[in-house]
């Protein structure tokens, strides 16, 4: 049996790739973009004087140690780089604003680059193994991405990547969006009657698919890649006023 069945097994949360990971800098979010970053902005840029910090748990992931986690009176929010906040320091993430506004621990299930798939899996292991939160966020990345499993992680595969295996899982566009549909109905079979559930997506092509809201972007991150402090303030207060009803 392979590492990452066992993991499955043991109810773990996929592994992430901290390699590109440190307490200043992150995945797209490198020293050397920044200083390309600054030759370019305007002196009154935000990132000029103001730096970003990184705080990851033993996992990989953007929040606390998973064991110290009240997860019977938190909310989870999973996604991929938006979620995981690429580009803003912690006070500035979705689930930061998120958990200011309600009062209540956001736990941040983001992981960059990931697909429907990556959230889907970290969903079921968190249906399986854990308490169910009092509300769940699903903030879909682009649906045409996928999840490829090796013995002990995953690779996240998109349109960035040029090998035989994305050519073909690109080849027709019904296989991606099949799988990612499948991917959705799952995560509503999940939650429902269950919890607060709300899902939202920053990619046009994956809010047509799915029937859910496309969010609006109105600044960058430190990266000029992500979306940046503003945005996430924005989206945190959209998922508040949706699921707050439902939280009471």
């Known amino acids: 049996m392979t590492p990452l069945i066992e993991n499955i097994n043991n ?3 996929l ?3 901290t390699s590109a990971i440190s307490a200043k800098f992150a995945t797209s979010d490198t020293k050397e973009l920044f200083l390309k970053n600054l030759k370019v902005m305007p002196k009154d840029w935000y990132y000029r004087t103001n730096s970003v910090n990184y705080t990851v748990n033993s996992q990989g992931y953007r929040t606390q140690e998973f064991d110290s986690i009240d997860w019977a009176n938190s909310i989870v929010i999973l996604g991929c780089s938006t979620v995981f906040g690429t580009g803003v320091d912690d006070a500035h993430t979705i689930d930061y604003f998120l958990s200011e506004l309600l009062g209540l621990p956001v736990i941040n299930l983001g992981v960059s680059s990931t697909s429907v798939t990556y959230s889907l899996h ?5 249906d399986k193994m854990y308490p169910t939160p009092r509300a769940v966020i699903n903030l879909w990345s682009e649906y045409s991405r996928t999840s490829y499993y090796l013995d002990d992680r995953v690779d996240n595969k998109g349109s960035w990547n040029e090998d035989s295996f994305i050519y073909e899982w690109l080849k027709h566009n019904s ?10 109905m799952t995560n509503h079979l999940i939650w429902k009657n269950k919890t607060a559930y709300y899902e939202a997506t920053f990619f046009p092509s994956t809010a047509g698919l799915f029937k859910c809201e496309h969010l609006p972007v109105f600044d960058q991150a430190r990266d000029l890649i992500h979306y940046g402090r503003k945005t996430n303030k924005a989206i945190a207060e959209k998922i508040a006023n949706n699921i707050t009803k439902e939280l009471n």
């Open 11 to 13: 109810g773990k949360f």
């Open 175 to 184: 296989n991606s969006a099949t799988h990612a549909v499948f991917a959705q």
């Open 15 to 17: 592994p992430v790739e």
């Open 122 to 126: 970290n969903a079921l292991i968190l």
